[in-house]
T-cell receptor
Framework: KAGVTQTPRYLIKTRGQQVTLSCSPI?????VSWYQQTPGQGLQFLFE???????NKGNFPGRFSGRQFSNSRSEMNVSTLELGDSALYLC???????????????FGNGTRLTVT | DAKTTQPTSMDCAEGRAANLPCNHS???????VYWYRQIHSQGPQYIIH???NNETNEMASLIITEDRKSSTLILPHATLRDTAVYYC??????????????FGKGTRLHILP
């Protein structure tokens, strides 16, 4: 089974620009969550999507947004980029059964975003 | 804030068992303990999880104390490839809108040849 795929792997943008990152979950997984990882703050939860709906959100400004498509693929968008947005952005998928789940998260290898 | 506390770093000799502790004193009855590890430049990799019983799989063993306030991840025969940052997190079985998945800073495990 193919793992979680994130594209692009590396990205360089300048301040003020916007960026869109893509995540394809494992086939059959319906939940996708996004994380920002920086050396100073570690792994921070951005948001989680299930069935095209945002279910949970971390403490990030509104410049960070996302969406999920009917095939469970997800995109994350950051507008008006700031230098501090330079980070590794990770996506994870899990099956997320309807009534309960204790399934592990399966992570992609991330998109490394550098803002100059 | 993370719901777990882990040592910042640990060393272990190659071939020996690596025992990584995690404190989760505020864990709720419906929260599972999960362990992940992250090797440089890769995404975190799932290792093992459990609720109250000890668990074992092909990668590791998870020992959870009876009061569930702490746990230990055991890598039985550490190799150099086990050098990574290990994260312990707690996570409910049924997510609601207020639940957030919180990773702490993890433990940087160095396997020494």
């Amino acid at each position: 089974k193919a793992g979680v795929t994130q594209t692009p792997r590396y990205l360089i943008k300048t301040r003020g620009q916007q960026v869109t990152l893509s995540c394809s979950p494992i086939s059959g997984h319906r939940s996708v969550s996004w994380y920002q990882q920086t050396p100073g703050q570690g792994l921070q939860f951005l948001f989680e999507y299930f069935s095209e709906t945002q279910r949970n959100k971390g403490n990030f400004p509104g410049r960070f947004s996302g969406r999920q498509f009917s095939n469970s693929r997800s995109e994350m968008n950051v507008s008006t980029l700031e230098l501090g947005d330079s980070a590794l952005y990770l996506c994870a998928s899990s099956p997320r059964y309807d009534s309960s789940y204790n399934s592990p998260l399966h992570f992609g290898n991330g998109t490394r975003l550098t803002v100059t | 804030d993370a719901k777990t506390t882990q040592p910042t770093s640990m060393d272990c000799a190659e071939g020996r068992a690596a025992n990584l502790p995690c404190n989760h004193s505020t864990i709720s009855g419906n929260e599972y303990v999960y362990w992940y590890r992250q090797i440089h430049s890769q995404g975190p990799q799932y290792i093992i999880h459990g609720l109250k019983n000890n668990e074992t799989n092909e990668m590791a063993s998870l020992i959870i104390t009876e009061d569930r306030k702490s746990s230990t991840l055991i890598l039985p025969h550490a190799t150099l490839r086990d050098t990574a940052v290990y994260y312990c997190i707690v996570r409910v079985g049924i997510m609601n809108r207020d639940d957030k998945i919180i990773f702490g800073k993890g433990t940087r495990l160095h396997i020494l040849p």
